[in-house]
T-cell receptor, first 109, second 114 residues
Framework: TQLLEQSPQFLSIQEGENLTVYCNSS?????LQWYRQEPGEGPVLLVT?????EVKKLKRLTFQFGDARKDSSLHITAAQPGDTGLYLC?????????FGKGTSLLVTP | NAGVTQTPKFRVLKTGQSMTLLCAQD?????MYWYRQDPGMGLRLIHY???????AKGEVPDGYNVSRLKKQNFLLGLESAAPSQTSVYFC?????????????FGDGTRLSIL
């Protein structure tokens, strides 16, 4: 089973700061998805990246897929309290998603 | 617009009791999944189904059974609950092409085994 490592495990920042979280794999991703999970809810898809070197933007969120398709990053500009949650990366391998353990983000006012 | 609905939302069991968790989706998805989420462990796949009448084991299937008698429903059973099965359980569904349509998750069932 492909091992997905996410870092950092926890991140606590103040509103307005920028941050980057990472997802690295022991082998090449087929395709990668980023999800956000808010307390008491299920994960919700943010983005899917497929091509090495791909960059996608979703408002203040920027997603990058490494050229070799073994790593990905999520950058948040000017974080807001509403960004608080667990950020999960997942590889689409076979029939099911293979998830990393996530980065827990807390943004305080 | 219900999406994926899980019942019950909370449950407390005693060791050795049995129960069934129900998942229902209204998106006509072919694939359905059961995950468990534990602190620091991420989401781990228990069982999944690629169509009505078919099921397969995931990463952590021991102690669980599943059935998919109807396309829209996926049931997860605990025959003899153990404290190690205390967790939050998530059901998800997806189109067969996950690049076209991603997995949709329910809001989870919080299960405590005493």
């Amino acid at each position: 089973t492909q091992l997905l490592e996410q870092s950092p495990q926890f991140l606590s920042i103040q509103e307005g700061e920028n941050l980057t979280v990472y997802c690295n794999s022991s082998s090449v991703f087929s395709s990668l998805q980023w999800y956000r999970q808010e307390p008491g809810e299920g994960p919700v898809l943010l983005v899917t990246v497929v091509t090495g070197g791909e960059v996608k933007k979703l408002k203040r969120l920027t997603f990058q897929f490494g050229d070799a398709r073994k790593d990905s990053s999520l950058h948040i500009t000017a974080a807001q309290p509403g960004d608080t949650g667990l950020y999960l990366c997942a590889d689409i391998s076979g029939y099911a998603l293979n998830f990393g353990k996530g980065t827990s983000l807390l943004v305080t006012p | 617009n219900a999406g994926v609905t899980q019942t019950p939302k909370f449950r407390v069991l005693k060791t050795g009791q049995s129960m069934t968790l129900l998942c229902a989706q209204d998106m006509n998805h072919e694939y359905m999944y059961w995950y468990r989420q534990d602190p620091g462990m991420g989401l781990r796949l228990i069982h999944y189904s690629v169509g009505e009448g078919t099921t397969a084991k995931g990463e952590v299937p021991d102690g669980y059974n599943v059935s998919r008698l109807k396309k829209q429903n996926f049931l997860l059973g605990l025959e003899s609950a153990a404290p190690s099965q205390t967790s939050v359980y998530f059901c998800a569904s997806s189109h067969r092409d996950r690049l076209i349509q991603p997995q949709h998750f329910g809001d989870g069932t919080r299960l405590s085994i005493l």
